[in-house]
Each structure stands twice: as structure tokens, then as C-alpha cells.
């Protein structure tokens, strides 16, 4: 077990390695009213909770993207309303990134503010969408354009989740562990160099850690600057293509998928304006595909996907502006580079 603390718009533990339920009892003291807000998928999965004299409502929330909507957000506004939550009262979020992302944007909207837990059951939850306090919901005009920058009271990672996961789950939490790797932590990729999915997945000191690292990155970059004035653009590293390929692909990929896709054409687009060596290139490749990443997208899309980047909350006006590294640890931007390089970056990631 360890703690990792984030100083932000409030300063919280991000505690890795516990049991959930017994983690969440000492911040039940108090309660009122406690709201847990979890996906379909892990409805069933609620079980165990500790003895408390707070009143418990679970609501339940479409899973993935289709529960980061207007409607959903509106309708747990509406639980809460009728519940008649006030500002002692806590919300839980159990889930992956959507539901941590709707939860969070609940709880920093109802009453203009009232506390909100975190409990993440995926990897991409744990290491990212839990910790730094993005909350937020989609737009038809693209994906985290609505929400809040709104810290939660705690972070409760609990291992145990991660057995519910399927391997391409997995591997898709893995994304954001090696997009941490590539802008701070080189130990992080190396660590996976020559690994798949299945032996990182079976090897919990090497999962334990590899989370450690990839949240104290993260802490690290959120304390810094919170509301992502500039250093914690970084951290969109591979996200730029990787959001315009999610919301064309109608998030029919998973979100590490598409940063994955995202890194991959970052990685050719800064070879071949003279920004990283071959080498490097082949690097974000070869460990990508270790770990059972797709590093290709549909031929024929780029000027869908030109669009969409466009909507990318780095654009300044017209003006794409990318996360790049030089080298790994070494992030700089890339602004408004000519359209050709950008069409040819895209042919090396289509198939």
C-alpha cells in the first residue's frame, strides 16, 4: 500500500493498493445521505459495503461513453434533487473513467460543490481519470468539451479490480501508463520493453508499481498546474488524434486504443519534422504493439479527423498545437504544422 498525494484546488491522497470498502468507511462518518454512482457492468459488484448510519442510494449510469451525455448528467441531478442531498452529503463514483468524469461533474455542480470520492475498477481509471480533477461530460461537437476542473476528497485504488478486466481492458489502461513514460518517466517503458499484456497483467509488483509511477507522474504535473494553464497540456501527449479517432470511430474503441493510435501518429508526424530519431520511433512501435495496442486507423478518414482535432482544447483559434517529445522525459510543443506533414503522418498510421 502507498499514498501519493495531490495538492491541487485541495490537496487529497490518491491511496493505491487498499480494500476499497474499508478504505471508504472513515469518510461515511458524518453523512447524511452517501450517492454511489456506478456503470451497468458493475451494478452487481456493490456488495460489502461497511456498517454506517448514512442513508445509501445507488445509482446506476449507462456504461462507457454513452453515460458521459446531457441526459444521463441531468437525470443524476434529478436523484439527487429528489433525494434532497445537501452540501454534508458525498457522492461515489465506481467506475472507469466515464463514470469518475460524470460523477466528479455532478458532485462540482450540485449545490456548487459538495464532496465526491473516487473508487476507479479499471487501469485507465487508476492511473488517469480518477486522479487530477477533470470532471466533465461529451458534446456532439467532441469528447470533455462540458465540465469542471473539481478535485475528489480521496482516490481509492483497489487492485482487486483489475481481475474483472478482459485483456484488451487491460491493455488499454496501459496506453496512459507509457503516454506517462514517454513525457516523464523512462523507466516506466522500459519496464514494459518486450512484455505483453498477459505477463504484466500476471505480475502484480510490476502492475503495482507501474501504477505508483504512472499516478505519481500525473500528481506531480496536476499539482503543478491544475487547471492545465500550460505544463499539464503534457499530458495529453498522443490525445490530440487519439480524441479525433474516438469520436469517429463513435467511441466504438476504447479510449487507450485510440491514445495509442494518437501516440502512434504523433511519434511519425515529429520523425518527420526532424524532432525525434528513428529509433524513438520505432520504440513507441514496437512497445505499443507488445502490449496488444493497435498503432493503425481506417484509410480515408483525414479530413473527418482533421475536423475533429480542430475542436481539441489546445487549439488556439485555427491553430493546432500537439504535445511532442524530443526524447523521452523531453515535451515541447508543435504548432500549426503544415497540413501535408499532418496527411502523411495519418497515411503512416492507416491501414
Known amino acids: 500500500m502507498s499514498n501519493i498525494s495531490v495538492s491541487a484546488d485541495r490537496k ?6 487498499v480494500n476499497w470498502q474499508a478504505a471508504i468507511k472513515p469518510l461515511l462518518v458524518d453523512r447524511g445521505q452517501v450517492a454511489i454512482i456506478v456503470s451497468e457492468a458493475m451494478r452487481d459488484r456493490i456488495v460489502g459495503l461497511p456498517d454506517t448510519d448514512a442513508q445509501i442510494h445507488i445509482f446506476t449510469v449507462p456504461d462507457s461513453e454513452a453515460g458521459k451525455s446531457f441526459a444521463t448528467y441531468q437525470k443524476v441531478l434529478d436523484w439527487l434533487g429528489a433525494a434532497g442531498f445537501t452540501r454534508n452529503d458525498l ?10 468524469d460524470l460523477s466528479g461533474f455532478v458532485a462540482s455542480s450540485w449545490l456548487r460543490g459538495i464532496d465526491w470520492v473516487a473508487v476507479p475498477t479499471t487501469l485507465a481509471a487508476m492511473v488517469d481519470a480518477a486522479v487530477g480533477g477533470k470532471t466533465g461530460i461529451n458534446s456532439e461537437y467532441g469528447k470533455n468539451l462540458i465540465g469542471s476542473f473539481y478535485s475528489p476528497i480521496s482516490v481509492l485504488v483497489d487492485l482487486a479490480w483489475l481481475e474483472t478486466l478482459s485483456d484488451r481492458d487491460f491493455a488499454a489502461g496501459l496506453a496512459e501508463v507509457l503516454k506517462s513514460g514517454f ?6 517503458v522500459e519496464l514494459l520493453k518486450g512484455k505483453s499484456v498477459q505477463e504484466v497483467r500476471s505480475d502484480r509488483a510490476l502492475t503495482l508499481e507501474l501504477i505508483s509511477r504512472t499516478v505519481g507522474v500525473k500528481a506531480k504535473v496536476v499539482s503543478g498546474d491544475f487547471k492545465e494553464s500550460f505544463d499539464r497540456e503534457i499530458l495529453n501527449y498522443g490525445h490530440t488524434f487519439g480524441h479525433a479517432v474516438e469520436i469517429h470511430s ?3 474503441l476504447r479510449h487507450g486504443e485510440c491514445v495509442s493510435i494518437g501516440m502512434a501518429f504523433i511519434a511519425h508526424l ?8 528513428q529509433e524513438l520511433l520505432e520504440r513507441h512501435l514496437s512497445v505499443l504493439r507488445g ?3 493497435p498503432v493503425q486507423y481506417t484509410q480515408g478518414e ?3 479527423l482533421f475536423s475533429a482535432m480542430k475542436l481539441d482544447k489546445k487549439s488556439r483559434g485555427n491553430n ?3 504535445v511532442v517529445i524530443t526524447e523521452i522525459g523531453k515535451t515541447q510543443r508543435l504548432e500549426n504544422p503544415d497540413e501535408a506533414a499532418l496527411i502523411s503522418a495519418y497515411e503512416k498510421v492507416s491501414q
Not at 457522492?91 to 469518475?100: D, L, N, P, Y
Not at 513525457?183 to 516506466?188: S, T
Open 91 to 100: 457522492v461515489i463514483a465506481v467506475g472507469g473513467g466515464a463514470v469518475t
Open 302 to 304: 483525414w479530413p473527418e
Open 183 to 188: 513525457i516523464v518517466d523512462g523507466v516506466i
Open 250 to 252: 463513435q467511441y466504438s
Open 270 to 277: 515529429s520523425f518527420e519534422s526532424g524532432l525525434i530519431s
Open 291 to 293: 502490449v496488444q495496442l
Open 320 to 322: 493546432l498545437r500537439f
Open 12 to 17: 487529497y491522497e490518491v491511496e493505491i493498493d
